[in-house]
């Protein structure tokens, strides 16, 4: 069965700081990596995705994730926050056979001013 | 265009009402998916469409009624909800139901549904 963690409920970081947010997770085989943020009372909008290819994936507003195969992580940075980055990060994971998403339970990122 | 549009925004509707969901995408997909996403956890899967057929029904509680009148439209009919019910619906859609890597999925705004 796929499965993702986001070990973290919260994160907190200062403007201007760099961010991370975790995701690991569990799959065999190669999974297909989403990172989708969440702002108050919004829907889901997409970031990024690892598909193959450069570890390293560059999104929208951004932010980049790096793909660990190793570590089984897909880790979610961004090298100066802004105070609107505060929301809601869901991480998911698809298999290659399969179009469920897998979500984690969420990080809520609060960038302080 | 690549939007997911969901009306209405919220909704507050009572045990005994009968009330719908819309949602509606012109990006051609042909898989829509209704989710229910309670405060500050992840969406959880409630029914797949794939060229207007139900395809996935994650055993839901049968006040909860899907509808796909066409491949642009999808719909959620709701009767004699509890309020255990109240959370954000989220409508999303992809190209199909295939596994191609590109194929993602688009979510739109959700509708706040609060059932007292």
């Known amino acids: 069965a796929q499965s993702v963690a986001q070990p973290e409920d919260q994160v907190n970081v200062a403007e201007g700081n760099p961010l991370t947010v975790k995701c690991t997770y569990s799959?065999?085989?190669?999974?297909?990596l989403f990172w989708y943020v969440q702002y108050p009372n919004r829907g889901l909008q997409f970031l990024l995705k690892?598909?193959?290819?450069?570890?390293l994936v560059k999104g929208s507003y951004g932010f980049e994730a790096e793909f660990n195969k190793s570590q089984t992580s897909f880790h979610l940075k961004k090298p100066s926050a802004l105070v609107s980055d505060s929301a809601l990060y869901f991480c998911?994971?698809?298999?290659?056979?399969?179009?469920?998403?897998?979500f984690g339970k969420g990080t809520l990122l609060t960038v302080n001013p | 265009d690549t939007e997911v549009t969901q009306t209405p925004k919220h909704l507050v509707m009572g045990m005994t009402n009968k009330k719908s969901l819309k949602c509606e995408q012109h990006?051609?997909?042909?898989?829509m998916y209704w989710y229910k996403q309670k405060a500050k956890k992840p969406p959880e899967l409630m029914f797949v469409?794939?060229?207007?057929?139900?395809?996935i029904n994650e055993s839901v509680p049968s006040r909860f009624s899907p509808e796909c009148p066409n491949s642009s439209l999808l719909n959620l009919h709701l009767h004699a909800l509890q309020p255990e019910d109240s959370a954000l619906y989220l409508c999303?859609?992809?190209?199909?139901?295939?596994?191609?890597?590109?194929?993602?999925?688009?979510f739109g705004p959700g509708t706040r549904l609060t059932v007292l």
């Open positions: 999303a859609s992809s190209q199909d139901l295939a596994t191609h890597e590109s194929n993602e999925q688009f």
């Open positions: 799959v065999s085989g190669n999974p297909y």
């Open positions: 690892y598909i193959t290819g450069d570890n």
């Open positions: 998911a994971v698809r298999f290659k056979s399969n179009y469920k998403l897998t």
């Open positions: 990006m051609g997909h042909r898989a």
């Open positions: 469409y794939s060229y207007e057929k139900l395809s």
